[in-house]
């Protein structure tokens, strides 16, 4: 069964860069969420889209930004990288924007900030 | 906005025995409580999940209980395996924000010994 992909799988990058992630839910899927895990760290939610509008908001940097297009997959794009921000990203999917059933994860992508 | 509090941080158990993990959460509008296990590295994979109007679920060695009342939850593993042994999270969802927006215990490292 198709899962939810997400590009690039690792990333290095400088302090003070830009890095974009991406992701493609799983077909069919319309909602979109984004996941920020650190080290040790439980997951934190940074923000959603349901139907390419945005839906929810979490602890999203300003540095950080995203959207969902016209295909469901959505990017995340981050700048002025500093060190905190390596992290695992989660980008999750699921059907409908409301409690219809389970989310599912990517594998994630892992950003290294030097 | 919601908390989730998570004990134990460890639990280590002999092969077989059984293990639980225990869950608090601050808000009364939170109705789904999701269960997921994460491997080193990898993705958050849902185990067991529950909704607000059932208050216990099981499916095969895991199951889950819910004290709306008390506003905690459990997850409970018999005859654990070695297979087990990850990093249990449990998670709560509010009906005041988007579904996919869980707010994550801080896990519990689950290690079981042959």
């Known amino acids: 069964a198709a899962g939810v992909i997400q590009s690039p799988r690792h990333l290095i990058k400088e302090k003070r860069e830009t890095a974009t992630l991406k992701c493609y839910p799983i077909p069919r899927h319309d909602t979109v969420y984004w996941y920020q895990q650190g080290p040790g760290q439980d997951p934190q939610f940074l923000i959603s889209?349901?139907?390419?509008?945005?839906?929810d908001k979490g602890s999203i940097p300003d540095r950080f930004s995203a959207q969902q297009f016209s295909d469901y997959h959505s990017e995340l794009n981050m700048s002025s990288l500093e060190l905190g921000d390596s992290a695992l990203y989660f980008c999750a999917s699921s059907l409908g924007g409301g409690n219809t059933g389970e989310l599912f994860f990517g594998e994630g992508s892992r950003l290294t900030v030097l | 906005g919601e908390n989730v509090e998570q004990h134990p941080s460890t639990l280590s158990v002999q092969e077989g025995d059984s293990a639980v993990i225990k869950c608090t959460y601050s808000d009364s509008a939170s109705n789904y409580f999701p269960w997921y296990k994460q491997e080193l590295g990898k993705r958050p994979q849902l185990i067991i999940d529950?909704?607000?109007?059932?208050g216990e679920k099981k499916d095969q060695r895991i199951a889950v209980t819910l004290n709306k009342t008390a506003k905690h939850f459990s997850l409970h593993i018999t005859e654990t395996q070695p297979e087990d042994s990850a990093v249990y999270f449990c998670a709560a969802s509010s009906t005041t924000d988007s579904w996919g927006k869980l707010q994550f215990g801080a896990g519990t490292q689950v290690v079981v010994t042959p």
């Open positions: 529950i909704r607000s109007n059932v």
């Open positions: 889209f349901y139907e390419k509008m945005q839906s």
